[in-house]
């Protein structure tokens, strides 16, 4: 968010607008007045400044007229503060005009003159403006740069409704581009603060932002606590709207839970907002809500009332000209239809939002119409074309991950450039204060040995303080060299302890790691049954202790086998053999590591049984397939695997029990020699049909 928030504006006329004519603003009107009488000085500048900042809502082009003006009054009488301001509010219009070049062009000017100034309070005005503006034109790179040094003078300042407003601003970056553990970190961080401040509005989006990510990531049950605290706070804080978006995030997350008691208890609660949208007039909302419900009664068998409410959505959105939200309607459409078993319906409603996803060039649709496509020519039976569909789906899946993975890589390259660039400014504004610093020591210096002093006294002390300062100076450089030869070593080894060794030399050496594909790597994860509510049970700082015990054992575990941890997700753990450094055991060598992870978890959970403590239990998933790997973020760096097979193993995991070892059949096969296994039979996985698997007995 910026200083100033435009909404609406009217044409104005471009000559200067006589006092009176802003009547309908009693400020606005007052100023101009002042201005009248105003002299051509600095307060007349600041006086053009106030009323543009007044009228900026609805009299866009004068607030504009306003601002030049104050700049070029603020050149002519030398005053730097003045035009700052004035060039700093110049970039809002523009950046509302969607002039986003000049926008750039405007803030940078007033950077450049608060850095001459030394004002940090400004300066990190300008910091986030360029950074909320590099977001809206897609260069994320440059937007988390901008942030972070935000972020960095605000610490400094302490300001801390303004450190929560840049975690903030860096979270909408991150899951911009995806990179959501990275974002929920900098939620948690911005929580910190708006709970300081006890700015309840600000909780409630931060609870907000951390279900969606939740729900990004499929984790629709941990999804929910979140929701529902954003939803306890909007029913006391007094905003229809955003209670109205609560109950559907609410509603959403439940009915994502893929049940029937859960679709059903969806109902009442998107029955509420729907009830807010029509009092409040607003369509889109209105129109949102009905194909919500529409999804919630096709998965409680309800065909004819999920095709009621689509229709009044479709009537909204093609009246609103909303072809986003229709395609939304035509895809849930297709889906009911294909439910009742009326396929030549399912076809043309997935045929018309496909046609629509084209023309826009929508690649989340078309890719979504390209599996609904197969899924309903297979309903038809002609299996033939069914499959030459799925080939596109995969084909633009993996191509649009391809590109993702290139973009991040880009976007990281070019926020490291930027970081040095910024660094070698800063070093460059330092060296030249302390030089001045230097200077003005050495007048008075120099002034206090003329005055009491002959000229051969004051050589001999001249090279007598030269000596010793040289001498002062190779002491305190040899102090400074072997202080920062500890913060290397110590810096490389905390990149070593969060990436691979092989990839942390890589990004050392090159400030960016490529991606790599591993044709063969075996993934695990694992969770704990009923963690959520046993989460609520304890303190936050019991539960961090316990996952700490769960994952320190785990931890040493993977490196005993010579897997390598991906991450932690809440209770969530994830590693795979195989990379980065690829051999031929890695299956084995994972079913072995999942065996002792149980029986060292059952040890430690009698202990803490025995001492009172919760107890987990756990589900282990493990599948063997291709991955891409690499480092996402730019901030935190994060090494991280991608491709169908951590998403099967992933489903595996969710399919398995409590205490249970869950293998697809592509592992099965290769560790069959070694482990005693159950086939449990082909059992359907979200999103990934039927899937053999079998339970490793231990």
Not at 18 to 29: K, L, M, T, Y
Not at 189 to 211: V, W
Not at 475 to 489: D, G, H, M, P, T
Request: aromatic share 10%; net charge neutral; charged share 25%.
């Amino acid at each position: 968010m910026k200083k100033w928030f435009w909404k609406n504006a009217f044409l104005a006329v471009l000559f200067a607008l006589p006092a009176g004519f802003f009547a309908q603003n009693p400020v606005a009107d007052s100023l101009a007045r002042l201005l009248e009488k105003a002299k051509q000085d600095t307060h007349r500048v600041n006086l053009l400044i106030d009323l543009a900042w007044e009228i900026n809502e609805t009299h866009t082009d004068e607030a504009a007229n306003k601002l030049n003006e104050a700049i070029a009054l603020a050149q002519r009488l030398k005053f730097p503060k003045g035009e700052a301001t004035a060039w700093n509010g110049l970039g809002v219009v523009e950046e509302f005009r969607s002039d986003y070049a000049q926008a750039e062009i405007c803030y940078r000017k007033a950077l450049d003159i608060r850095r001459r100034l030394g004002d940090k309070r400004d300066i990190g005005s300008s910091y986030n403006n360029l950074g909320v503006l590099y977001e809206y034109m897609g260069r994320f790179d440059s937007a988390l740069a901008f942030h972070n040094r935000n972020l960095d003078i605000q610490k400094t300042l302490q300001d801390t409704a303004k450190i929560a407003r840049a975690f903030v601003n860096i979270a909408g970056v991150y899951i911009e581009t995806g990179s959501y553990p990275e974002a929920q970190s900098q939620i948690l961080d911005a929580l910190f603060y708006l709970e300081r401040l006890n700015d309840q509005d600000g909780i409630a989006k931060a609870f907000t932002q951390l279900g969606h990510i939740q729900l990004e990531l499929d984790r629709y049950a941990e999804a929910l606590p979140w929701y529902e605290k954003a939803l306890k706070l909007r029913e006391q804080l007094n905003d229809e709207g955003r209670l109205a978006e609560a109950l559907t995030d609410y509603a959403n997350a439940l009915d994502e839970l893929k049940n029937k008691d859960s679709s059903s208890a969806a109902i009442p609660y998107y029955m509420r907002a729907l009830d807010i949208w029509k009092k409040m007039d607003n369509q889109s909302g209105i129109a949102q809500v009905y194909t919500n419900l529409a999804d919630a009664h096709k998965k409680l068998g309800n065909h004819q009332t999920s095709l009621d409410y689509l229709r009044e959505a479709e009537k909204i959105c093609l009246e609103s000209g909303d072809t986003q939200a229709l395609m939304e309607v035509y895809n849930v459409f297709g889906d009911t239809y294909g439910r009742m078993k009326q396929f030549d319906k399912a076809l043309k409603y997935t045929q018309t939002y496909h046609d629509i996803a084209k023309k826009s060039g929508d690649l989340k649709y078309l890719q979504r119409a390209f599996k609904d496509f197969s899924e309903v020519y297979s309903g038809m039976g002609d299996f033939a074309t069914a499959y030459k569909w799925r080939v596109r789906y995969d084909s633009l899946r993996y191509t649009l991950l391809n590109e993702k993975l290139t973009g991040d890589y880009a976007r990281k390259e070019a926020f490291f450039t930027d970081r040095k660039k910024q660094e070698q400014i800063e070093k460059q504004e330092q060296a030249l204060r302390v030089q001045e610093a230097e200077i003005a020591t050495a007048r008075i210096r120099q002034y206090a040995l003329l005055g009491g002093a002959v000229a051969l006294m004051l050589l001999a002390g001249l090279l007598f303080n030269r000596n010793r300062i040289r001498a002062r100076a190779n002491r305190e450089l040899a102090a400074k060299n072997a202080a920062i030869q500890r913060e290397r070593e110590r810096a490389d080894g905390l990149l070593k302890n969060i990436l691979p060794e092989k990839t942390a030399e890589e990004l050392k050496l090159h400030n960016a790691v490529q991606p790599v594909r591993y044709e063969s790597v075996t993934v695990m994860f694992t969770d704990f049954k009923g963690f959520t509510k046993i989460a609520e049970q304890v303190s936050p700082e019991s539960l961090i202790a316990l996952l700490d015990d769960c994952f320190r054992l785990f931890d040493a575990i993977v490196v005993k086998y010579g897997l390598e941890k991906i991450k932690t997700i809440g209770d969530a753990y994830m590693c795979a053999g195989g990379l980065p450094t690829p051999n031929d055991t890695h299956p084995v060598d994972t079913v072995k590591a999942a065996l002792e992870m149980l029986h060292g978890l059952n040890t430690l959970m009698q202990k803490n049984a025995a001492a009172g403590k919760p107890v987990f239990e756990m589900r282990v998933g493990i599948h063997t397939g291709p991955v891409v790997a690499g480092v996402v973020g730019s901030h935190k760096f994060a090494y991280d695997i991608w491709g169908d097979t951590v998403n099967t193993a992933a489903r595996l995991e969710q399919n398995s029990e409590p205490g249970k070892i869950n293998i697809s059949e592509t592992t099965h096969r290769q560790v069959k020699h070694l482990f005693d296994c159950t086939f449990r039979g082909k059992l359907a996985a979200k999103n990934k049909g039927e899937i053999a698997m079998y339970f490793v007995n231990g």
